[in-house]
């Protein structure tokens, strides 16, 4: 499949979009003190969604450590999504799931899930996989990483007009990933982007409402 022969008839039509949002990922760490950490950053401004992503801690000890910042992100209206495992968002009842290219398809977890819960796809650089996510029934794709990033390292350097092919022919918002801060978060913003995710911009810092708010003002004179 490329962009020439995908079937647009598969996808809503485009509308004008909304003003970019922040999507806040998870540090590997978010026993302690991180829940008030949360709290702290949901405080610097808005926030459309925040994402559990804890790797290689058994299924029961995470839905414990998910309780509380599950319960932060109810009471501020934050959409709180679990990377990669399925059947942990079943079992939370979570917003949504974010699903990497192994681990499971858009279509299979809509089934699980149901009709109300929100399903991201990771496509990295590739159109082809983004268009695959959307046939499939994503409610967004993410695209990434556009900036050399330590959280998650990836050999994928999409160019920023990827964002703009995708926000000019499809309503299924796209986030953008990999590396980003204030100072650079500026052409993707400009470019299409409907989300930018972050993680250790946000969380590396003692105040981390401070970095949220410097997104939150970027975002207000993008807009």
Known sequence: MNEDDVDLSAFPPPLRKDPCQLYLISPQDV??????????ALAGGPVAAFQLRVKDVEQHELARLAEPLQRICAEADVAFIVNDSVSLAK????????????????REARAILGPSKQIG????ASRH?????????????????FYPTT??????????????????????????????????AAPLVTAGADFIAVCNVVWSKEDPSGEVAKFAELFASTS
């Open 31 to 40: 026993g302690g003190v991180f829940p008030d950490r949360l709290k702290a």
């Open 91 to 106: 079992r939370l009842d979570t917003d949504g799931v974010h699903l990497g290219q192994g681990d499971g398809n858009p």
């Open 121 to 124: 796809v990771t496509c990295h």
């Open 129 to 145: 996989l983004a268009m695959e996510a959307g046939e499939a029934g994503a409610d967004y794709v993410a695209f990434g990483a």
């Open 151 to 184: 959280t998650k390292p990836s050999e994928h350097r999409p160019d920023p007009a990827i964002l703009s092919w995708w926000s000019s022919l499809f309503e299924i918002p796209c986030v953008a990933i990999g590396g980003i801060t204030p100072q650079n």
